[in-house]
Protein backbone atom coordinates (compact mmCIF):
# COMPACT_ATOMS: atom_id res chain seq x y z
CA UNK A 1 0.00 0.00 0.00
CA UNK A 2 1.40 3.37 -0.77
CA UNK A 3 0.87 6.13 2.18
CA UNK A 4 1.89 8.91 -0.17
CA UNK A 5 -1.00 11.56 0.49
CA UNK A 6 -2.38 9.03 2.86
CA UNK A 7 -4.72 11.58 5.80
CA UNK A 8 -3.14 10.85 9.41
CA UNK A 9 -5.87 8.92 10.31
CA UNK A 10 -5.16 6.45 7.15
CA UNK A 11 -1.66 5.77 7.95
CA UNK A 12 -2.55 4.91 11.85
CA UNK A 13 -5.25 2.84 10.60
CA UNK A 14 -2.10 1.12 8.01
CA UNK A 15 0.04 0.96 10.86
CA UNK A 16 -2.43 -0.77 13.40
CA UNK A 17 -3.60 -3.13 10.83
CA UNK A 18 0.61 -3.87 10.37
CA UNK A 19 0.87 -4.56 13.57
CA UNK A 20 -2.48 -6.98 14.71
CA UNK A 21 -1.65 -8.95 11.05
CA UNK A 22 1.66 -9.92 13.06
CA UNK A 23 0.15 -10.20 16.16
CA UNK A 24 -2.37 -12.69 14.56
CA UNK A 25 0.33 -14.07 12.30
CA UNK A 26 2.61 -15.16 14.97
CA UNK A 27 1.58 -14.92 18.32
CA UNK A 28 3.53 -13.42 21.28
CA UNK A 29 6.46 -11.11 20.13
CA UNK A 30 7.99 -8.09 21.92
CA UNK A 31 7.55 -4.32 21.57
CA UNK A 32 11.66 -4.75 20.11
CA UNK A 33 10.19 -7.24 17.44
CA UNK A 34 7.26 -5.25 16.28
CA UNK A 35 9.54 -2.20 15.86
CA UNK A 36 12.01 -4.09 13.53
CA UNK A 37 8.89 -5.63 11.91
CA UNK A 38 7.00 -2.69 11.12
CA UNK A 39 10.00 -0.58 10.67
CA UNK A 40 8.28 2.27 12.90
CA UNK A 41 10.11 3.90 15.57
CA UNK A 42 9.41 2.81 19.84
CA UNK A 43 7.13 5.50 20.56
CA UNK A 44 4.93 5.18 17.33
CA UNK A 45 4.30 1.31 18.10
CA UNK A 46 4.38 2.06 21.99
CA UNK A 47 0.98 4.73 21.18
CA UNK A 48 -0.40 2.44 18.71
CA UNK A 49 0.02 -0.68 21.29
CA UNK A 50 -1.69 1.08 24.09
CA UNK A 51 -4.95 1.59 21.27
CA UNK A 52 -4.80 -1.83 20.98
CA UNK A 53 -4.36 -2.83 24.89
CA UNK A 54 -7.35 -0.67 25.57
CA UNK A 55 -9.45 -1.96 22.80
CA UNK A 56 -8.69 -5.48 24.56
CA UNK A 57 -6.94 -7.19 21.77
CA UNK A 58 -3.83 -6.99 22.85
CA UNK A 59 -2.19 -7.36 26.57
CA UNK A 60 1.48 -6.43 27.80
CA UNK A 61 3.14 -9.06 29.42
CA UNK A 62 6.61 -9.13 31.24
CA UNK A 63 9.96 -8.17 29.10
CA UNK A 64 11.54 -10.48 27.62
CA UNK A 65 14.65 -11.05 26.69
CA UNK A 66 18.14 -10.64 28.97
CA UNK A 67 20.22 -9.39 26.25
CA UNK A 68 22.12 -5.99 25.76
CA UNK A 69 20.06 -2.76 26.25
CA UNK A 70 16.88 -2.44 28.02
CA UNK A 71 14.82 -5.18 28.38
CA UNK A 72 11.89 -5.19 25.71
CA UNK A 73 7.70 -6.03 27.05
CA UNK A 74 6.25 -8.78 25.51
CA UNK A 75 3.24 -8.50 23.66
CA UNK A 76 0.61 -10.99 22.80
CA UNK A 77 -2.88 -11.75 21.46
CA UNK A 78 -5.92 -11.59 23.63
CA UNK A 79 -7.51 -14.99 21.71
CA UNK A 80 -11.10 -14.46 23.49
CA UNK A 81 -11.29 -10.97 22.29
CA UNK A 82 -12.64 -11.22 19.20
CA UNK A 83 -13.42 -14.51 17.22
CA UNK A 84 -15.04 -15.95 14.23
CA UNK A 85 -17.16 -18.82 13.21
CA UNK A 86 -15.11 -20.97 10.89
CA UNK A 87 -16.85 -24.58 9.02
CA UNK A 88 -16.16 -27.11 7.09
CA UNK A 89 -18.40 -28.45 5.30
CA UNK A 90 -17.71 -32.14 4.27
CA UNK A 91 -19.57 -34.89 2.15
CA UNK A 92 -19.80 -36.98 4.89
CA UNK A 93 -20.06 -34.11 8.07
CA UNK A 94 -19.75 -31.19 9.24
CA UNK A 95 -16.71 -29.43 11.20
CA UNK A 96 -17.34 -26.41 12.85
CA UNK A 97 -15.46 -24.02 15.17
CA UNK A 98 -15.29 -20.99 17.20
CA UNK A 99 -11.52 -19.28 16.04
CA UNK A 100 -9.99 -16.49 18.37
CA UNK A 101 -7.80 -13.78 17.47
CA UNK A 102 -4.32 -15.58 17.01
CA UNK A 103 -5.64 -18.46 15.07
CA UNK A 104 -6.51 -20.23 18.59
CA UNK A 105 -9.92 -22.61 18.48
CA UNK A 106 -12.00 -21.97 20.96
CA UNK A 107 -14.82 -24.79 20.42
CA UNK A 108 -15.09 -26.99 18.11
CA UNK A 109 -17.84 -29.42 17.20
CA UNK A 110 -18.04 -32.09 14.66
CA UNK A 111 -21.30 -33.80 13.19
CA UNK A 112 -21.71 -36.80 10.96
CA UNK A 113 -24.61 -37.02 9.05
CA UNK A 114 -27.10 -39.69 9.37
CA UNK A 115 -27.12 -42.50 6.23
CA UNK A 116 -28.87 -41.01 3.29
CA UNK A 117 -28.80 -37.30 4.74
CA UNK A 118 -26.63 -35.31 2.59
CA UNK A 119 -29.66 -32.97 0.82
CA UNK A 120 -28.99 -29.23 0.40
CA UNK A 121 -32.00 -28.34 3.03
CA UNK A 122 -31.11 -30.76 5.93
CA UNK A 123 -27.02 -29.92 5.74
CA UNK A 124 -28.12 -26.53 5.66
CA UNK A 125 -30.51 -26.89 8.65
CA UNK A 126 -28.16 -29.18 10.34
CA UNK A 127 -25.58 -26.67 9.82
CA UNK A 128 -27.36 -23.94 11.70
CA UNK A 129 -28.20 -25.94 14.07
CA UNK A 130 -24.19 -26.17 15.38
CA UNK A 131 -23.22 -22.45 14.68
CA UNK A 132 -26.07 -22.07 17.13
CA UNK A 133 -24.90 -24.38 19.72
CA UNK A 134 -21.43 -22.55 18.78
CA UNK A 135 -22.46 -19.32 19.00
CA UNK A 136 -24.25 -19.69 22.71
CA UNK A 137 -20.56 -21.35 23.90
CA UNK A 138 -18.79 -17.87 22.67
CA UNK A 139 -16.47 -15.49 25.09
CA UNK A 140 -19.30 -12.87 26.54
CA UNK A 141 -17.00 -9.79 26.06
CA UNK A 142 -15.51 -10.99 22.60
CA UNK A 143 -16.38 -9.36 18.74
CA UNK A 144 -17.63 -11.69 16.38
CA UNK A 145 -15.89 -10.41 13.07
CA UNK A 146 -17.71 -12.89 10.77
CA UNK A 147 -18.14 -16.57 9.29
CA UNK A 148 -15.97 -18.78 7.14
CA UNK A 149 -17.20 -21.43 5.24
CA UNK A 150 -15.19 -24.41 3.05
CA UNK A 151 -17.57 -26.38 0.65
CA UNK A 152 -15.54 -28.93 -1.32
CA UNK A 153 -17.10 -27.70 -5.15
CA UNK A 154 -16.90 -25.33 -7.27
CA UNK A 155 -17.31 -21.88 -5.28
CA UNK A 156 -18.12 -18.59 -7.76
CA UNK A 157 -16.35 -15.55 -6.42
CA UNK A 158 -16.88 -12.91 -4.74
CA UNK A 159 -19.97 -13.99 -4.07
CA UNK A 160 -19.33 -17.34 -2.71
CA UNK A 161 -22.37 -18.98 -4.64
CA UNK A 162 -21.92 -22.99 -4.40
CA UNK A 163 -22.35 -23.61 -8.17
CA UNK A 164 -21.26 -27.29 -8.47
CA UNK A 165 -20.88 -29.47 -5.59
CA UNK A 166 -20.98 -33.21 -7.28
CA UNK A 167 -19.85 -35.23 -4.33
CA UNK A 168 -23.08 -32.99 -2.59
CA UNK A 169 -24.95 -33.38 -5.18
CA UNK A 170 -25.97 -29.07 -5.24
CA UNK A 171 -25.83 -27.06 -8.16
CA UNK A 172 -25.93 -23.12 -7.22
CA UNK A 173 -26.45 -23.17 -3.79
CA UNK A 174 -26.49 -19.82 -2.34
CA UNK A 175 -25.35 -21.35 1.33
CA UNK A 176 -23.95 -17.54 2.56
CA UNK A 177 -27.43 -16.05 2.02
CA UNK A 178 -28.94 -19.54 3.48
CA UNK A 179 -26.52 -19.29 6.51
CA UNK A 180 -27.31 -15.25 6.94
CA UNK A 181 -31.44 -15.69 7.16
CA UNK A 182 -31.30 -18.59 9.23
CA UNK A 183 -28.21 -17.01 11.91
CA UNK A 184 -29.92 -13.79 11.62
CA UNK A 185 -25.88 -12.70 11.97
CA UNK A 186 -25.03 -9.07 10.57
CA UNK A 187 -21.01 -10.09 10.08
CA UNK A 188 -19.77 -10.61 6.70
CA UNK A 189 -20.29 -14.38 5.67
CA UNK A 190 -17.28 -15.99 3.49
CA UNK A 191 -18.07 -19.38 1.46
CA UNK A 192 -14.78 -20.52 -0.17
CA UNK A 193 -13.44 -24.39 -1.84
CA UNK A 194 -12.26 -26.40 0.68
CA UNK A 195 -8.79 -27.10 -0.71
CA UNK A 196 -8.23 -23.25 -1.26
CA UNK A 197 -8.80 -22.67 2.08
CA UNK A 198 -7.00 -25.46 2.86
CA UNK A 199 -3.60 -24.10 1.28
CA UNK A 200 -4.11 -21.03 3.16
CA UNK A 201 -3.95 -22.31 6.29
CA UNK A 202 -0.77 -24.55 5.91
CA UNK A 203 0.73 -22.23 3.68
CA UNK A 204 0.09 -19.21 7.14
CA UNK A 205 0.20 -21.71 10.30
CA UNK A 206 1.00 -25.61 8.66
CA UNK A 207 3.42 -27.49 6.85
CA UNK A 208 4.02 -24.95 3.85
CA UNK A 209 5.06 -21.78 6.00
CA UNK A 210 7.22 -19.12 4.11
CA UNK A 211 6.56 -21.41 0.60
CA UNK A 212 5.38 -19.06 -2.59
CA UNK A 213 4.70 -22.12 -4.55
CA UNK A 214 2.20 -24.43 -3.06
CA UNK A 215 -0.33 -27.25 -3.84
CA UNK A 216 -3.02 -28.17 -0.87
CA UNK A 217 -4.52 -31.81 -1.69
CA UNK A 218 -7.74 -32.47 -0.32
CA UNK A 219 -9.20 -36.10 -0.10
CA UNK A 220 -12.58 -37.07 0.74
CA UNK A 221 -15.01 -38.69 -1.91
CA UNK A 222 -13.82 -36.25 -4.42
CA UNK A 223 -10.57 -34.72 -4.38
CA UNK A 224 -9.35 -31.19 -4.68
CA UNK A 225 -6.99 -28.80 -5.03
CA UNK A 226 -5.63 -25.25 -3.70
CA UNK A 227 -3.09 -23.96 -5.76
CA UNK A 228 -0.58 -20.73 -4.47
CA UNK A 229 1.45 -19.31 -7.26
CA UNK A 230 3.96 -16.81 -6.44
CA UNK A 231 2.27 -16.06 -3.13
CA UNK A 232 -1.34 -15.86 -4.48
CA UNK A 233 -3.93 -18.47 -4.18
CA UNK A 234 -4.93 -19.15 -7.88
CA UNK A 235 -8.42 -17.97 -8.65
CA UNK A 236 -8.76 -18.03 -12.53
CA UNK A 237 -11.48 -16.26 -13.63
CA UNK A 238 -14.41 -17.08 -11.63
CA UNK A 239 -12.97 -18.57 -9.03
CA UNK A 240 -12.57 -22.25 -10.08
CA UNK A 241 -9.22 -22.77 -10.55
CA UNK A 242 -7.53 -26.04 -9.03
CA UNK A 243 -9.91 -28.88 -9.53
CA UNK A 244 -7.28 -30.93 -9.68
CA UNK A 245 -9.56 -34.27 -8.70
CA UNK A 246 -10.91 -33.62 -12.19
CA UNK A 247 -8.06 -34.44 -14.13
CA UNK A 248 -8.53 -37.04 -16.48
CA UNK A 249 -6.15 -39.39 -15.93
CA UNK A 250 -7.50 -42.46 -17.18
CA UNK A 251 -9.96 -42.47 -20.49
CA UNK A 252 -10.43 -46.44 -19.51
CA UNK A 253 -11.51 -45.66 -16.23
CA UNK A 254 -14.68 -45.46 -13.95
CA UNK A 255 -17.29 -42.60 -14.95
CA UNK A 256 -17.18 -39.75 -12.12
CA UNK A 257 -19.97 -37.94 -10.63
CA UNK A 258 -18.74 -34.94 -12.99
CA UNK A 259 -20.25 -36.51 -15.93
CA UNK A 260 -16.58 -37.12 -17.48
CA UNK A 261 -14.93 -40.93 -17.68
CA UNK A 262 -11.22 -41.38 -15.89
CA UNK A 263 -11.22 -38.07 -13.55
CA UNK A 264 -8.13 -38.74 -10.63
CA UNK A 265 -10.41 -38.59 -8.09
CA UNK A 266 -12.35 -41.95 -9.35
CA UNK A 267 -8.78 -43.49 -9.19
CA UNK A 268 -7.71 -42.13 -5.61
CA UNK A 269 -10.67 -40.64 -3.67
CA UNK A 270 -12.19 -42.59 -0.61
CA UNK A 271 -14.85 -44.85 -2.94
CA UNK A 272 -12.03 -45.75 -5.03
CA UNK A 273 -9.54 -46.33 -2.02
CA UNK A 274 -12.33 -48.72 -1.18
CA UNK A 275 -12.70 -50.33 -4.34
CA UNK A 276 -9.08 -51.22 -4.84
CA UNK A 277 -8.98 -52.87 -1.64
CA UNK A 278 -12.32 -54.53 -1.64
CA UNK A 279 -13.49 -52.92 1.07
CA UNK A 280 -17.15 -52.75 2.27
CA UNK A 281 -19.23 -49.61 1.87
CA UNK A 282 -18.80 -46.89 4.46
CA UNK A 283 -15.10 -48.08 6.08
CA UNK A 284 -13.18 -45.21 6.43
CA UNK A 285 -9.56 -45.20 4.69
CA UNK A 286 -7.64 -44.85 7.77
CA UNK A 287 -9.07 -48.77 8.63
CA UNK A 288 -8.02 -49.89 5.44
CA UNK A 289 -4.46 -48.24 6.10
CA UNK A 290 -4.15 -50.21 9.21
CA UNK A 291 -5.55 -53.00 7.87
CA UNK A 292 -2.77 -53.21 5.27
CA UNK A 293 -0.39 -52.34 8.10
CA UNK A 294 -1.43 -55.05 9.62
CA UNK A 295 -0.55 -57.81 6.86
CA UNK A 296 -4.51 -57.64 4.80
CA UNK A 297 -3.24 -58.52 1.08
CA UNK A 298 -5.86 -57.21 -0.32
CA UNK A 299 -5.67 -53.87 1.16
CA UNK A 300 -2.04 -53.83 0.83
CA UNK A 301 -2.28 -54.62 -3.33
CA UNK A 302 -5.47 -52.25 -3.12
CA UNK A 303 -3.08 -49.09 -1.55
CA UNK A 304 -0.06 -50.02 -4.18
CA UNK A 305 -2.72 -49.51 -7.07
CA UNK A 306 -4.19 -46.08 -5.47
CA UNK A 307 -0.32 -45.17 -4.52
CA UNK A 308 0.67 -45.45 -8.42
CA UNK A 309 -2.49 -43.44 -9.41
CA UNK A 310 -1.62 -40.92 -6.86
CA UNK A 311 1.80 -40.60 -8.38
CA UNK A 312 0.83 -39.90 -11.54
CA UNK A 313 -1.42 -37.06 -11.06
CA UNK A 314 1.04 -35.72 -8.69
CA UNK A 315 3.95 -36.00 -11.30
CA UNK A 316 1.85 -33.72 -13.50
CA UNK A 317 1.67 -31.23 -10.65
CA UNK A 318 5.02 -31.46 -10.00
CA UNK A 319 5.84 -30.18 -13.71
CA UNK A 320 2.83 -28.02 -14.39
CA UNK A 321 3.47 -25.93 -11.91
CA UNK A 322 6.65 -26.29 -10.13
CA UNK A 323 5.21 -25.87 -6.45
CA UNK A 324 7.99 -25.74 -3.38
CA UNK A 325 5.59 -27.97 -1.31
CA UNK A 326 2.40 -30.48 -2.36
CA UNK A 327 0.50 -30.79 1.26
CA UNK A 328 -1.23 -34.31 1.46
CA UNK A 329 -4.98 -33.41 3.06
CA UNK A 330 -7.93 -35.07 4.03
CA UNK A 331 -7.80 -39.01 3.09
CA UNK A 332 -4.26 -38.99 1.60
CA UNK A 333 -2.88 -37.46 4.84
CA UNK A 334 -3.60 -41.41 5.96
CA UNK A 335 -2.86 -42.68 2.37
CA UNK A 336 0.57 -40.84 2.00
CA UNK A 337 2.84 -42.50 4.57
CA UNK A 338 2.08 -45.97 3.13
CA UNK A 339 2.69 -45.43 -0.76
CA UNK A 340 5.42 -42.64 -0.47
CA UNK A 341 7.88 -44.60 -1.88
CA UNK A 342 5.46 -44.76 -5.11
CA UNK A 343 4.47 -41.40 -5.19
CA UNK A 344 8.36 -40.43 -5.36
CA UNK A 345 9.15 -42.53 -7.90
CA UNK A 346 6.70 -41.02 -10.06
CA UNK A 347 7.97 -37.49 -9.10
CA UNK A 348 11.58 -39.08 -9.55
CA UNK A 349 9.59 -39.64 -13.37
CA UNK A 350 8.44 -36.33 -13.66
CA UNK A 351 10.86 -33.84 -15.32
CA UNK A 352 13.78 -33.40 -13.00
CA UNK A 353 14.46 -29.58 -12.22
CA UNK A 354 11.13 -29.66 -10.82
CA UNK A 355 11.43 -32.81 -9.47
CA UNK A 356 14.07 -32.81 -7.29
CA UNK A 357 12.78 -29.43 -5.88
CA UNK A 358 9.48 -30.38 -4.80
CA UNK A 359 8.81 -31.41 -0.83
CA UNK A 360 6.11 -34.05 -0.53
CA UNK A 361 4.35 -33.14 3.01
CA UNK A 362 1.84 -34.08 5.31
CA UNK A 363 -0.72 -30.97 6.96
CA UNK A 364 1.21 -29.96 9.89
CA UNK A 365 -2.25 -28.42 10.97
CA UNK A 366 -3.64 -32.72 10.63
CA UNK A 367 -7.26 -32.72 9.83
CA UNK A 368 -7.95 -29.08 10.44
CA UNK A 369 -6.79 -27.07 7.66
CA UNK A 370 -9.77 -25.79 6.03
CA UNK A 371 -11.36 -25.09 9.17
CA UNK A 372 -8.41 -22.65 10.35
CA UNK A 373 -8.32 -21.70 6.31
CA UNK A 374 -12.18 -20.46 6.60
CA UNK A 375 -11.21 -19.26 10.14
CA UNK A 376 -8.49 -16.81 8.41
CA UNK A 377 -10.90 -15.88 5.49
CA UNK A 378 -13.33 -14.39 8.24
CA UNK A 379 -10.65 -12.65 9.98
CA UNK A 380 -10.17 -10.45 7.24
CA UNK A 381 -11.83 -7.11 8.49
CA UNK A 382 -10.32 -7.22 11.48
CA UNK A 383 -7.29 -7.55 10.04
CA UNK A 384 -7.64 -4.82 8.11
CA UNK A 385 -9.21 -2.05 10.38
CA UNK A 386 -9.07 -4.11 13.90
CA UNK A 387 -10.37 -0.80 15.92
CA UNK A 388 -13.26 -0.16 13.47
CA UNK A 389 -14.03 -3.72 13.62
CA UNK A 390 -13.94 -3.93 17.71
CA UNK A 391 -15.65 -0.15 18.06
CA UNK A 392 -18.48 -1.73 15.33
CA UNK A 393 -18.84 -4.91 16.91
CA UNK A 394 -19.44 -4.97 20.61
CA UNK A 395 -21.99 -6.26 21.93
CA UNK A 396 -22.15 -8.69 19.41
CA UNK A 397 -25.22 -8.91 17.71
CA UNK A 398 -26.64 -12.14 17.25
CA UNK A 399 -30.07 -12.33 16.38
CA UNK A 400 -32.67 -14.93 17.80
CA UNK A 401 -32.79 -18.14 16.56
CA UNK A 402 -35.64 -18.25 13.80
CA UNK A 403 -35.90 -21.87 12.93
CA UNK A 404 -38.41 -20.43 10.29
CA UNK A 405 -36.15 -19.02 8.15
CA UNK A 406 -34.33 -22.92 7.59
CA UNK A 407 -35.46 -24.01 4.63
CA UNK A 408 -37.88 -26.61 4.88
CA UNK A 409 -36.47 -30.46 4.18
CA UNK A 410 -38.59 -31.35 0.92
CA UNK A 411 -40.23 -34.19 0.71
ZN1 LIG B 1 -14.67 -35.58 -12.63
Redesign the pocket.
Known amino acids: MSLAGATQDEVRRHNLAALVRFLHDHGSTSRSELVSHTGLNRSTVGGLLSDLVAADLVRETEPVGRGVGRPSYGVEPVGDSAYVLAIDLRVDRTIAALVGFGGVVLERREHRYRKGQPREERIVAQLVAVCHDLLRAAPARAVMVGVGVGVPGLVRQPDGLVRFA?NLGWVDVPLGEHLVEALGLSVPIVVGNDSDLGAIAERLRGSAVGAANVVYLSGQVGVGGGIVVDGNLMMGAQGYAGEI??MRVNPRGRA?????IG?W??EIGEPAVRAATSSPEGMPVAEIVARAAAGDKAAIKGLRSVGEWLGVGVANIVNILNPDVVVFGGTLREILPVVRSAVEAAVAGALAAPGEHVVLALPALGDDSTLLGAAETAFAPLLEDPLGVIAGGRPTRLAPASPASVPSPRA
Do not use: F, L
Open positions: PGHCRCGACET
